[in-house]
């Protein structure tokens, strides 16, 4: 069983949109969380610790976990999906992208 893990800044849109599209994903565990301190669900060592695979949306993502969770990272993979901020919650396209770039790396 893998722990993932879906990071975005606010975890309103599209980490939660990730988090709901691979929840019933065989061999997996998935929660999301976002950097920023007024997220809905922000970010922990405690969710870093826990996680096999870290999904981020964006490099600004990626840049905030490295330096915040520095030592809870070592043996995780940290991958950016590249996935701007200009998406609703479990919107179509959304859904369509994460389907096309998350499963090579589960």
Not at 2 to 8: G, H
Not at 18 to 42: H, L, M, R
Request: net charge neutral; with cysteine; proline share 6%.
């Amino acid at each position: 069983m893998k722990n993932v893990l879906f990071v975005c800044s606010q975890n309103k849109l599209r980490s939660p949109t990730a988090e709901q599209v691979f929840a019933n994903w065989p061999d997996i565990e998935v929660s999301s969380a976002g950097t920023n301190n007024d997220a809905e669900n922000p970010l922990s060592s405690e969710q870093i610790e826990w996680a096999n695979i870290v999904f981020v949306m964006e490099k600004s993502h990626r840049s905030k976990v490295q330096a915040k969770y520095r030592s809870a990272l070592k043996g995780k993979r940290l991958i950016c999906l590249h996935i701007p901020d200009e998406y609703d919650f479990m919107d179509p396209a959304l859904i369509q992208v994460l389907k096309a770039k998350v499963p090579q790396h589960l």
